[in-house]
């Protein structure tokens, strides 16, 4: 499929259906030029079928091996990676994003893909446990299943790594759930192509046709997507109030079903004074480039610094500097350039501004006092784009008393050197943010197990779990416990011999032994 | 403490507190009669100061090693057990359970204390996962740390085992919450005795004070605690209604928290054609015995039972034989009672008697047609006690049928022989339930690694947790990753080494070695 035979139809499980008589089209976000290709927004009963086909198909989809899940998952690494050129020209013109970052951002997109086939081809993920029966008490034996069909929310900054064929789909489709994704209808025609790559997986390695399906709309379509009655679970990347308002959706179903959003945050950089007494200037440099990548379109951007005294007045000096050199940018859309500009310009009323966007898509720094800031809860809210708010502070006190009055983050950073005592932030950071790190920035998230892409509310509905790394996967599982259940009915995975090697809990003790 | 010093306070973080005019007495479940004690409702002011107290204590709290955390928890089972006999004895009088029954819930009140103690002082639970930094990627390591302050409900029906001191309070003490208990109503007195063992236990192992209260009160006093703002997750144990109420507010908060809500079930038990024909009538015991074993007042009362032809109608008639037999029992409480007896007589002006409870607390069976239970779904709602629908089947594509209809359960039992075919029900079962159960019955449910309290909602309202076994633990946790973080700032679980030894993933492989 080249770009040129885009369909513009939604995706259900393999077939194409466009009955609807809305259309969404793919505009180059830099010129605003319609680009190929006209996408049909879903109707309700698409929406119903969509789901209803993944309902279906989940008992099938069910019995595929963890080793066959993989070869699937492999395969859509495949032909992503073989259709890669054509996918970043898309890309690039319906985001703005740069072809050296697209590029990166598929090669993640593919290999987060092939992280969750090891994964699962290995299969300890499942965290099997068996205790064996005893004196008065039964065999039991309990592992993770699919929790079932799951609406996964395409987000618009990253068009392969948080979209059709990203990191959600991806350990959705490995824990064994089949997927309906919403397209983001910023990039319509990207999203076609990822879909098609999946289907084509799906056909070829014999999967069920239901396992994947892809809607195209906007916020009423997501609305009806999460109320399907056959739908399990939600994963979505994206606003703070378009996530919350799938989270109350969610809960308010007669049935209510998890909805794990990733929602954003600040991303506090706290910058003690150890770390500027050493610094000749990187520290600026570093900070203002983590600012700006990538037009400062990450969820991981640290829109928030905070430091000590003169030292840190010199260093927001250096940051303005640093900025005051970047040139415009694109946005990804132009809601979202519109967006960006306007709340830097209201912010801009009432808060100091340093460095000023000028009407134009260039950072934007604002600098206030810890008093100033603690007052004003606005402050602490994400501005999404290239913007950071500085908070001055006139000792550590006041600069912990600042971490204290945070919100949930996805990130929380501190610059420190040896000199700096760090006890009494550190457990802070930890409370207040999902990651913290030390002497980085927090863009840049790495694909691995011990990655933790999540936080407290409101940078996640859910605390407890992650969207990156191989414990995405655990979101869209639950466990089922078989009591005396025969062998031949088990498992695989809990059957005695333990044919596929994998680590067990066996009567408390883990081991990859049989039973 | 004996009973006759009960004070009736609310206990925060380990201070007396009564400053309520409202009062709660324990009565005498069979005469109705108060018992000794008034307890005092907390004010809005003191389930503030509760929270509070939790909030300001958690970070002491958090400091607190595993091994330490296991030495409180040792020390709550010890007092426990040396208070047995006063305790068993006010709650006979509160709940009307045998002191047979309750003393063997005192047993495994205090062993899945001692349990937790060895898992969180063993140390892996905590998921530990470290990558070390590789060409162009940091250094990065995950464990679980405590969600912060949670909320308990004690069930009126374990006044033990998930009550005060019960698994709830146990495994988030054990992942380093402070917990605050709403005592249930109907064993006020118990719940004294349990609360001044935990805070008896908090002071001789020198945990800080706020690390456990306990407040008394109703449902104005539980949704009020639910709404506190540094509150971050909720347990509860008991009815539909009000489990779904708490659900309801905390999904409200400005700052949404997770609740897990195990609700009950109905407990479906299939028996197929050749469990049967080599049934010599202990089938029918069995069930009978299950279904009215302490007064059927288990959420895994199995209080549906389905089977096919007329081989089940025999059954069905044994076992309405077997509860003929059964004496009148006494209910928890008298709204518990008259419920049982009001809802008893509304389903047996619709549907077919097969054993009447006659006005009192005796069981009652009632028998339809698989049409008939599929076009009505109230027969499929719990009826709290000791009351069963008989379905009868044509067929085993009816009898799955049947399974394919049912709302989520916390087990699904199935009695079989080898000449019978599960290749269809199995897979539906395992779906609807978190637990499945062959040849056995769902009442008597193991504390152990592998088993699984929990299922698809209506069951919980989080299908992907159990709040019994070791793995509840996990409800009370969140991930947090530390990037390029000083080993002396990391926990020890994540130190490279490892000095505790536990099991942690490192660069993807689990192991007990220093990284």
């Not at 927004?41 to 789901?51: Q, S």
């Not at 970052?101 to 965290?127: I, P, Y």
């Not at 500097?321 to 350039?337: D, F, N, R, Y």
């Not at 031949?488 to 039973?515: K, Y």
Request: aromatic share 6%.
């Amino acid at each position: 499929m080249t770009e040129q035979q885009l369909t513009g139809s939604n995706l259900i499980g393999g077939r194409e259906s466009a009955n609807g008589t809305e259309r969404i089209f793919g505009l180059d976000a830099a010129s605003g030029v319609k680009l190929s290709g006209e996408f049909v927004v879903a109707t309700e009963t698409e929406i119903a079928e969509a789901v209803e086909t993944a309902y279906r198909a989940q008992g099938s989809y069910l019995e595929v091996s963890g080793p066959d899940r993989a070869r699937f998952l492999e395969a859509v690494a495949d032909r992503l990676a073989s259709s890669a050129d054509e996918m970043v020209e898309r890309a690039q013109a319906e985001t703005a994003l740069s072809a050296a970052r697209l590029k990166g951002e598929m090669t993640r997109t593919t290999s987060q893909l092939r992280m969750f086939a090891n994964l699962v081809a290995e299969g300890s993920w499942v965290d099997a446990r068996i205790d064996l029966a005893g004196q008065g008490t039964p065999d039991l034996r309990r592992m993770l299943v699919p929790i079932g069909p799951t609406a996964i929310f395409g987000a618009s900054n990253f068009p392969f790594a948080f979209s059709v064929a990203g990191g959600d789909t991806a350990s959705a489709l490995a824990a064994g759930c089949c997927v309906i994704v919403k397209a983001h209808p910023a990039h319509p025609g990207t999203s076609e192509l990822a879909a098609r790559a999946i289907v084509a997986a799906a056909c070829s390695t014999g999967m069920p046709k239901g396992v994947f399906s892809m809607i195209h709309g906007g916020a009423k379509e997501g609305s009806l997507l999460v109320q399907q009655e056959r739908l399990e679970s939600v994963a979505f990347t994206g606003s703070q109030a378009a996530g919350r308002s799938l989270f109350d959706l969610a809960a308010r179903r007669p049935r209510p079903i998890p909805v794990f959003a990733e929602m954003g945050s600040v991303n506090p950089v706290f910058i003690l004074p150890g770390a500027l007494s050493a610094d000749h200037g990187s520290l600026a440099q570093g900070y203002a480039a983590s600012l700006t990548l990538g037009v400062g379109q990450f969820c991981t951007n640290p829109g928030l610094v905070i430091g000590i005294g003169e030292a840190f007045s010199a260093f927001v000096t250096q940051v303005s500097a640093e900025l005051s050199g970047v040139s415009a940018g694109t946005m990804l859309t132009s809601q979202i350039k519109d967006k960006y500009l306007r709340e830097a310009a209201r912010r801009s009323e009432s808060v100091e501004t340093v460095v000023a966007h000028k009407g134009e898509v260039l950072p934007a720094l604002f600098k206030v006092s810890a008093d100033e800031f603690v007052r004003n809860p606005s402050l602490a809210e994400e501005l999404f784009g290239p913007s950071a708010v500085a908070v001055h502070c006139g000792s550590v006190d006041q600069l912990i008393e600042v971490a204290q009055s945070l919100h949930g983050q996805l990130t929380a950073t501190v610059h420190a050197s040896e000199t700096d005592n760090l006890s009494a932030l550190a457990p802070v950071l930890a409370k207040v943010a999902g990651r913290v790190i030390y002497n980085g920035f927090p863009t840049g998230v790495a694909v691995c197990p011990a990655m933790q892409h999540g936080g407290p509310y409101p940078a996640t509905t859910d605390s407890r779990f992650t969207s990156v790394g191989t414990a995405a996967i655990y979101r869209f599982a639950r466990p089922v416990a078989y009591q005396d259940w025969p062998q031949n009915l088990l498992p695989e995975e809990l059957r005695n011999e333990n044919s596929r090697g994998i680590w067990r809990t066996v009567n408390g003790s883990l081991t990859r032994e049989a039973s």
